[in-house]
């Protein structure tokens, strides 16, 4: 089992940046990749950036260019920079074993007003 526990949201006026940190414990040796995810109100959840064991990363086109995820140990961070209103929702943490499972954290909120 891995638990994952969110930090770093907030309320924040468009333009303005915040950093997300989610710290992993219990079996960690058996992730290969961390991301976020985020959901926003009446959408499905979507991948907005990972990072493997490897430090490959990959982002949502949306964010290319103002986000940037990193990995230390077992902390995973989003740097959110650029934010605008559409960047609201909720962000979840997430840690995987390739494709076969993954563990959720709780979700934070972000909210971006304009």
């Known amino acids: 089992q891995v638990q994952l526990v969110e930090s770093g949201g907030g309320l924040v006026q468009a333009g303005g940046s915040l950093r997300l940190s989610c710290a992993a414990s219990?079996?960690?040796?058996?992730?290969?990749?961390m991301g976020w995810y985020r959901q926003a109100a009446g959408k499905q959840r979507e991948l907005v950036a990972r990072?493997?064991?490897?430090?490959g990363t990959n982002y949502a086109d949306s964010v290319k260019g103002r986000f940037t995820i990193s990995r230390d140990k077992n902390t995973v961070y989003l740097q959110m920079n650029s934010l605008k209103s559409e960047d609201t929702a909720v962000y979840y943490c997430?840690?995987?074993?390739?494709?076969?499972?993954?563990?959720w954290g709780r979700g934070i909120q972000v909210t971006v007003s304009s």
């Open positions: 997430n840690a995987a074993h390739y494709s076969d499972y993954s563990y």
């Open positions: 219990g079996s960690i040796f058996s992730i290969t990749a």
């Open positions: 990072v493997t064991s490897g430090a």
